[in-house]
């Protein structure tokens, strides 16, 4: 059994910065890549930003140059540091991570419930 948990949604106004950060935790062999996604009111949940096991990181074109996916592999954890908010930033954020509970078994995607962030104009 693995679970995520994200923290650090807010609401904050546009410009502002925020931290969010997701723990995993459970019968954890391995992770490997760890993901950012948002789901805002209406739309389909769409994917932020991700993280490799060995540090590559890519990012949705809407976020680049704002945000910044980082993971600290010691204690499972992954963050996103959102700066330059805006109001189109406004979703629900999900955590979701790629991880293995033993060396025979596959990898699975395991997700968080999510984080609100509101950026108010």
Same mark, same amino acid.
């Given at each position: 059994?693995?679970?995520?948990?994200?923290?650090?949604? %807010?609401?904050?106004?546009?410009?502002?910065?925020?931290?969010?950060? #997701?723990?995993? +935790?459970?019968?954890?062999? +391995?992770?490997?890549? /760890?993901?950012?996604? =948002?789901?805002?009111?209406?739309?389909?949940?769409?994917?932020?930003?991700?993280?490799?096991? %060995?540090?590559?990181?890519?990012?949705? %074109?809407?976020?680049?140059?704002?945000f910044t996916i980082?993971? %600290?592999?010691?204690?499972?954890?992954?963050y996103l540091q /959102?700066?330059?908010?805006?109001?189109?930033?406004?979703?629900? $954020? $999900? #955590?979701?991570?790629?991880?293995?509970?033993?060396?025979?078994?596959?990898?699975?995607?395991?997700?968080? =419930?999510?984080?609100?962030?509101?950026?108010?104009?």
């Open positions: 059994q693995v679970q995520l948990v994200e923290s650090g949604g %807010d609401l904050v106004q546009a410009g502002g910065s925020l931290r969010l950060s #997701c723990a995993a +935790s459970g019968s954890i062999f +391995s992770t490997n890549s /760890m993901n950012w996604y =948002r789901q805002a009111p209406g739309k389909q949940r769409e994917l932020v930003a991700t993280i490799t096991s %060995d540090g590559s990181t890519n990012y949705a %074109d809407s976020v680049k140059g704002r980082s993971r %600290d592999n010691a204690k499972n954890t992954v /959102m700066n330059s908010l805006k109001p189109e930033d406004t979703a629900v $954020y $999900y #955590c979701n991570a790629v991880i293995r509970i033993d060396s025979y078994t596959a990898p699975r995607a395991n997700w968080g =419930r999510g984080t609100q962030v509101t950026v108010s104009s």
